[in-house]
């Protein structure tokens, strides 16, 4: 598809989907991971050259690093990288506190490079449709969001909860959806014997009595990612897996036909246009920083009992 070389640092779990997808859209130029072994599969596999060390890695001739390391080493990473003149993709939950993450904004500016985070909800067809739809009306004003997400714990991820791993994405996600910040932000969770929460229910307050509610936890075996609107008029729901969507108004029901595409090879062919110059990023690091401010606000609500009310810049 392009001439744009990315590398990708991280290739557990998740960044082995960045690196199949990239090497689809002809991007794919390094590996980098700290792991010996996966290095060697992956640089084998995809036949391209895999580092150990990040600073080797980063003398690579590279236009874009993608990092998808845990969450705690994501500041050091992309910070090398921006300072190395390349184009970042962070993967959410951006960084591990605000901070950090205002930081990277600040750098980033400064080296004139793109910064954008990895919040892969924003590229699903079916909660861009359901946008759409929402704009055109056909649910009246909306009311309230309610958003699951559930399935087991994901034992290897030790250094952070299911707010910073996974409500994430529901906060970006409101915060995009009624395109203004949450004023207000209640929260209760339960780690049962953990260090980390494991269950979180969250209330964001939006104005005009528009309101957000996350529910998410890593105990349920069943995965569930959903997402119900609620409109004066009628409610749309939607299964972000399967990218379905279902229409109740009062006096019928519909199902509009969608097409199944992966969010993942959307979100990284917008991340090599955008670095063409074709495109202007969806996601910016400013994104990354606020909803990290939102979820440590929900952290502070838990531990104090009450709500937290928020000024966010537009
Ligand atoms: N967007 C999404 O839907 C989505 C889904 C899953 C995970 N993620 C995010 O992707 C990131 C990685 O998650 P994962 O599930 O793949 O984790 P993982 O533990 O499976 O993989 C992390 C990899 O990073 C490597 N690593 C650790 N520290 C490193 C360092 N300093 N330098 C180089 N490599 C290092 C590890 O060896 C491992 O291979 C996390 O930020 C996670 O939140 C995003």
């Known amino acids: 598809m392009s001439d744009i070389k990315i590398g990708v640092v991280g290739i557990g779990g998740w960044g082995k989907n960045h690196v199949r997808v990239l090497n689809e859209l002809r991007a794919l130029e390094a590996v980098c991971d700290l792991n010996e072994e996966r290095v060697k599969e992956f640089s084998r596999k995809y036949e ?16 874009g690093v993608i990092v998808s390391t845990p969450t705690k080493t994501h500041y050091e990473i992309a910070l090398k990288s921006i300072e190395k003149g390349l184009h970042v993709f962070v993967e959410k939950p951006f960084t591990y506190n605000v901070d950090e993450g205002e930081k990277l904004v600040r750098r980033a500016k400064e080296k004139n490079v793109i910064l954008t985070v990895g919040f892969i909800e924003r590229f699903n067809p079916a909660i861009r449709e359901a ?6 009306g056909v649910i009246g004003s909306p009311l309230y969001l309610l958003f699951a997400r559930e399935n087991r714990w994901p034992v290897h991820i030790i250094d952070v909860g299911v707010v910073l791993d996974t ?69 749309i729901s939607l299964d972000f897996i399967t990218q ?19 969010p993942l090879l ?9 670095i063409n110059g074709t495109r202007e990023p969806e996601v910016i690091g400013e994104d990354g920083v606020k909803a990290t401010k939102i ?5 502070a ?5 009450s709500a937290i009310f928020i000024h966010l810049e537009k």
């Not at 108004?249 to 519909?254: I, K, N």
């Open 244 to 262: 379905q969507i279902k229409i109740d108004l009062e006096d019928r029901t519909d199902i509009p036909r969608t097409r199944y595409e992966e």
């Open 301 to 305: 609500s838990n531990k104090l009992g």
């Open 48 to 63: 391209v050259n895999g580092y150990t060390d990040l600073d080797r890695f980063l003398e690579h001739d590279l236009d």
């Open 295 to 299: 979820a440590h606000a929900a952290l």
């Open 167 to 235: 409500s994430i994405h529901d906060i970006d996600l409101s915060r995009w959806f009624f395109g203004e910040e949450p004023m207000m932000v209640f929260a209760r969770m339960g780690a049962f014997g953990t260090e980390h929460e494991r269950v979180s229910a969250l209330v964001l307050g939006f104005s005009k009595e528009k309101t957000s509610l996350i529910i998410s936890n890593w105990i349920t075996p069943k995965k569930v990612r959903e997402l119900e609107i609620v409109g004066e008029n009628g409610t």
């Open 266 to 274: 959307l979100e990284l062919r917008h991340f090599i246009e955008c």
């Open 131 to 136: 946008k759409r739809l929402v704009s055109n």
